[in-house]
């Protein structure tokens, strides 16, 4: 039954889950639907409601072009979220219904950086109105878009349930892209420095040693090597012991004994330097 309900939830077979809500992120039905709208606690798509508003119509009703209003505002938000990490996709809907008009969806990389940005986004004010981010189900937009709008023939028109995706022009598309190929540079150049600190750490630690037995006299040598002779015997004996008082399994047999020591090192010693 888990099973069967598992694969399912968000499809037309789906009698308890809003099939809507779980595609688009948003339902016509708002808290009156009948079925459960699955709110998800986390997720690397934020979605911020009624974030753009077009410019009204002209005085023959008819909608304006909003263009350069629209290129200005996506430019603006972008740059935004683009400081709380690697944001793969910004969608701005221009569907007309009340659950989806001036909806905003921003898709990021990691979980960890849509947190950073619903954390910071909330309660704040953009062009005088309440900012309200809310994690959103959708992840794969393509299920999501209208693609009878994409092919200019969906007869529903600004309406329609499915995303209308405002088409975002490719200088736009571009700055994206560059951010995302930075932060991805910058995190690999970070891994990289990391990686030679610590080489060049272990290096300094070594020459040091090695350095330090070289400008000290013969007796400090001998009483050097000496001490590594003891603090091998002392492993030795150590590990010995814990393997002669192990505690024997199920079958009868003690533990074999454990390697951290250096038992084969017991009788060895480093020949004095001449």
């Not at 979605?47 to 909003?66: C, E, K």
């Not at 008009?101 to 986004?121: I, P, S, W």
């Not at 079958?251 to 250096?262: H, K």
Request: positive net charge.
């Amino acid at each position: 039954m888990a099973d069967r309900l598992s694969r399912i939830i968000g499809t037309e077979d789906d009698k308890v889950n809003c099939t809507f809500y779980y595609k688009i992120g948003a339902c016509r039905h708002g808290d009156r639907c009948t079925r459960t709208h699955l709110r998800p606690i986390f997720s690397t798509t934020v979605l911020i409601p009624h974030m753009y508003l077009p410019p009204p119509p002209g005085p023959d009703g008819q909608p304006v072009d909003d263009t350069q209003p629209f290129e200005e505002f996506y430019e603006e938000v972008a740059e935004e979220f683009m400081k709380f990490g690697e944001v793969e996709v910004v969608n701005v809907l221009e569907n007309l219904g009340d659950h989806m008009f001036g909806n905003v969806y921003v898709k990021y990389r990691n979980e960890e950086d849509a947190e950073k940005c619903l954390k910071t986004m909330s309660g704040r004010y953009y062009a005088g109105r309440l900012i309200m981010p809310e994690y959103s189900p959708v992840t794969d937009f393509r299920e999501a878009r209208c693609r009878q709008f994409e092919e200019s023939q969906c007869a529903r028109g600004g309406y329609c349930n499915f995303m209308h995706l405002k088409r975002v022009p490719r200088q736009l598309r571009k700055m994206l892209r560059k951010s995302r190929r930075h932060k991805r540079s910058r995190s690999r150049s970070r891994r990289r420095r990391s990686r030679s600190r610590s080489r060049r750490r272990s290096r300094s630690r070594d020459r040091n040693r090695d350095d330090s037995l070289k400008r000290a006299s013969s007796a400090e040598r001998r009483a050097k090597i000496a001490e590594w002779n003891r603090a091998r015997k002392d492993e030795a004996s150590t590990s010995s012991s814990a393997s002669t008082t192990a505690p024997p399994t199920s079958s009868g047999f003690p533990f074999p004994p454990s390697n951290s020591g250096l038992p084969g090192m017991a009788g060895y010693s480093i020949p004095n330097p001449q």
